[in-house]
């Protein structure tokens, strides 16, 4: 199994910036890319993003759309997410997963095992 390790995240005030990283041991021949989601308190994990991994493909929640970029480092098995223009909402823990791409276009993680994410706080 695939392990993977989240850092990056902190405290930050609306509008500021973070960027999250994502470091694999490897990765799962069957899967599509990797994938960032996130948890709020009282809240179900949802997806935020996903990118290919050629990284020609990226794949946003419309919350984050524009404000978010994810990006990829094959040789060095990291992934990005670079965050910009911060709100309160967007504070989650953030988990990074393999994800596998479902035939209507649909991203989901590829196996439901989560590592200890990072917790991203925003301040109003």
């Known amino acids: 199994q695939v392990q993977l390790v989240e850092s990056g995240g902190g405290l930050v005030q609306a509008g500021g910036s973070l960027r999250l990283s994502c470091a694999a041991s490897?990765?799962?021949?069957?899967?599509?890319?990797m994938g960032w989601f996130r948890q709020a308190p009282g809240k179900e994990r949802e997806f935020v993003a996903a990118?290919?991994?050629?990284?020609?493909?990226?794949f946003y929640q419309s919350s984050v759309n524009g404000r978010f970029t994810f990006s990829n480092d094959n040789a060095k098995n990291t992934v990005y997410l670079q965050m910009n223009s911060l709100k309160p909402e967007d504070t989650a823990v953030y988990y990074c997963?393999?994800?596998?791409?479902?035939?209507?276009?649909?991203?989901?993680?590829?196996?439901?095992?989560w590592g200890q994410g990072t917790q991203v706080t925003v301040s109003s």
């Open positions: 997963n393999e994800v596998r791409r479902l035939s209507g276009g649909s991203i989901r993680a590829f196996v439901d095992s």
């Open positions: 490897g990765r799962t021949f069957s899967s599509y890319g």
């Open positions: 990118i290919s991994w050629s990284g020609g493909s990226t």
